[in-house]
């Protein structure tokens, strides 16, 4: 066979094994799989006794052994080279393939402690990966008797580590991805499980407040006698319906926050026609305390009837006028009014605080997110489970500037009749 005829034979047979490679590497499936596949067949197509694949760390200070067929497989992941130093780091390092005739006689040669030489390592061949102009790894081929690699060799070292190289990478960064999915999984579930044992420990002490509450206001009955002090028992009473709805009040936050660690609500929405501005005020009179700092302007309602789920719009409407409060400073106008927008009623809560910057209108939304000012320190949940809970009864909740300054949260229901 002619020269020419030789040469056309093995480029044709180094196109067949590159298929080959990447066909497999491909298909494997597991990470160990795929690595095992690349040094295998590097191996057997170079002729050589062992062939070793380094990966770089990602802070670019250590190459780690990731596969090898003839090191002592129980120093992968473990046996390490340092960047720049040894034929594997000096390889990263300048990306340019090196051959080492016999490592015994060359100190740019590394004995890495831990490492087994099953065989006894005499020539060497270590090619870069390089991907995105950036270092992945080092493929080093090795032999057990002395050899000179030709350039043939070297072109089809680089030819294999230049295809891997993105299989190698992108492979990766998938496992990087899928294992910090899976540890934000982790952290998501141990943050819900927290949540929810910390409310779920407030009910107890909150039904021990309500009984002691009915009991210091358990006047003895009448019995037909007037009352000697009838201003001082309706007082009473009065701070007892407040205490009761303050209690109820808790509750009601209690499973708002339960509700808002859950990917679905336990409940479908109960909507039905609701008068909103009875809720208003019925909101408006409880958070009465809260309020007595700020100026209240409820705009009429009209009797205004819209499609919601009463309890979940009440825990809306509380947030936001909360929200106000928090943000507000002291005496300035907290608006509540509404507006009639393609068949909906957009129920607004505005205040005179600092507003928001335009880059956080959907941040404030997520939860845990809090944007602290030095009026108030929010606590990340409020806004996101009054966003939640529109989202269940089909409502849409959004932030607006506010003029001439402040913020305007607006709650968008469906009308019950129409207008």
Known sequence: ?????????????????????????????????????????TRDALHAAVSSLYLLDRDGAYL????????????IGRAR??????????????REPLVIADV????????VR?????????????????????????????????????????????????LLAGIVEKGRQQREAEALAEELKRIGEARAELIALVTHELRTPLAVVRAYTDLLADDPPLDGRPSRDP??????????????????????????????????????????????????????????????GHRLDVRPLADRQVLADPPRLRQIIEHLVENAVKYAPPDTVITIDWRMEEGRVHLAVTDQGPGIPAEWRERIFE??????T?????????????????????????????????ARFVVALPAAIGV
């Open 367 to 372: 939860p845990y997110a809090r944007r602290d």
């Open 81 to 94: 080279v340092p960047f720049g130093e040894g034929v594997t780091g000096r390889v990263a390092s300048s």
């Open 114 to 162: 831990g490492i087994d030489q099953r065989r006894f390592v005499v020539s060497m061949l270590a090619v870069p990966l390089t991907w995105n102009d950036q270092t992945v790894g080092v493929l080093n081929i090795q032999t057990e008797r002395r050899r000179d690699f030709s350039q043939q060799d070297v072109d089809q070292a680089r030819a294999i580590a230049d």
């Open 1 to 41: 066979m002619d020269p020419v005829t030789a040469t056309g034979a093995e480029q044709l047979e180094q196109l067949r094994f590159l298929h080959r490679v990447a066909r497999l590497a491909t298909t494997a499936r597991t990470w160990d799989e795929l690595l095992g596949t690349v040094v295998d067949e």
């Open 64 to 75: 780690t052994l990731a596969a090898t067929n003839g090191l002592d497989r129980f120093q």
């Open 231 to 292: 201003g001082r028992r309706a007082t009473r009473a009065g701070w007892h319906q407040a205490t009761i709805q303050q209690v109820e009040r808790l509750d009601r936050l209690v499973d708002s926050i339960l509700q808002s660690v859950r990917v679905v609500p336990d409940q479908p929405a109960a909507v039905v026609p609701t008068d909103v501005g009875g809720l208003v005020a019925d909101v408006v009179g409880g958070l009465a305390p809260i309020l007595a």
């Open 104 to 111: 015994r006689e060359d100190s740019r040669f590394l004995w």
């Open 374 to 406: 030095h009026t108030a320190r929010g606590s990340g949940i409020g806004l996101y489970a009054a966003k939640r809970l529109g989202e269940s009864m089909g409502a849409l909740l959004w932030c607006e500037p506010a003029e001439p300054t402040g």
